[in-house]
T-cell receptor, first 113, second 113 residues
Framework: GENVEQHPSTLSVQEGDSAVIKCTYSDSASNYFPWYKQELGKGPQLIIDIRSNVGEKKDQRIAVTLNKTAKHFSLHITETQPEDSAVYFCAASAYSSASKIIFGSGTRLSIRP | DAGITQSPRHKVTETGTPVTLRCHQTENHRYMYWYRQDPGHGLRLIHYSYGVKDTDKGEVSDGYSVSRSKTEDFLLTLESATSSQTSVYFC????????????FGPGTRLLVL
């Protein structure tokens, strides 16, 4: 089955700097890669996703890149702000009737003022 | 939280007692999921449902059962709670199995003494 590994587990960056979180997956059939943000005391919420037919997707300060050959994808947050402090999860799934989303172990991002 | 409620939000129970967690949605989404979240493990799927009375196991289903008698309600039961089931439990919903956004509830914090 699919296995998703996420690094680093914790990340601290200065406000205004960029943050990068990396994930690798094992199932070459995976074609959908969402990223979720979880604020303290709340459930995870989708912030961006990418499908295997594109290599990069941007939404304001957030971007995700996908390298299918290497089976890894990354989340990039530019010009970080205090409200970016949260736990971030990557995930992967394949298109089939039995495929479910598999989540990475999470990255706790802290923004230093 | 996309019309998803979980009850109770917090529960303390003793080893060996039965526990039922409830998830209720107002979005009429076909798929419903139960995850547990533990430090270092991210979100792990316990069980999911693809329709009324249609359920299937996830990666950590041992010790848990589920039922879905109505589209809007998905129950998670711990028949005989153990300390290893101390966790935060999240319900989620989606329109498709693995290729679209999952919307998460606010979570239930369960402590088994």
């Amino acid at each position: 089955g699919e296995n998703v590994e996420q690094h680093p587990s914790t990340l601290s960056v200065q406000e205004g700097d960029s943050a990068v979180i990396k994930c690798t997956y094992s199932d070459s059939a995976s074609n959908y890669f969402p990223w979720y943000k979880q604020e303290l005391g709340k459930g995870p919420q989708l912030i961006i996703d990418i499908r295997s037919n594109v290599g990069e997707k941007k939404d304001q300060r957030i971007a995700v890149t996908l390298n299918k050959t290497a089976k890894h994808f990354s989340l990039h947050i530019t010009e970080t702000q205090p409200e970016d402090s949260a736990v971030y999860f990557c995930a992967a799934s394949a298109y089939s009737s039995a495929s479910k989303i598999i989540f990475g172990s999470g990255t706790r991002l802290s923004i230093r003022p | 939280d996309a019309g998803i409620t979980q009850s109770p939000r917090h529960k303390v129970t003793e080893t060996g007692t039965p526990v039922t967690l409830r998830c209720h949605q107002t979005e009429n989404h076909r798929y419903m999921y139960w995850y547990r979240q533990d430090p270092g493990h991210g979100l792990r799927l316990i069980h999911y449902s693809y329709g009324v009375k249609d359920t299937d196991k996830g990666e950590v289903s041992d010790g848990y059962s589920v039922s879905r008698s109505k589209t809007e309600d998905f129950l998670l039961t711990l028949e005989s709670a153990t300390s290893s089931q101390t966790s935060v439990y999240f319900c989620a919903i989606s329109e498709s199995l693995g290729q679209e956004t999952q919307y998460f509830g606010p979570g239930t914090r369960l402590l088994v003494l």
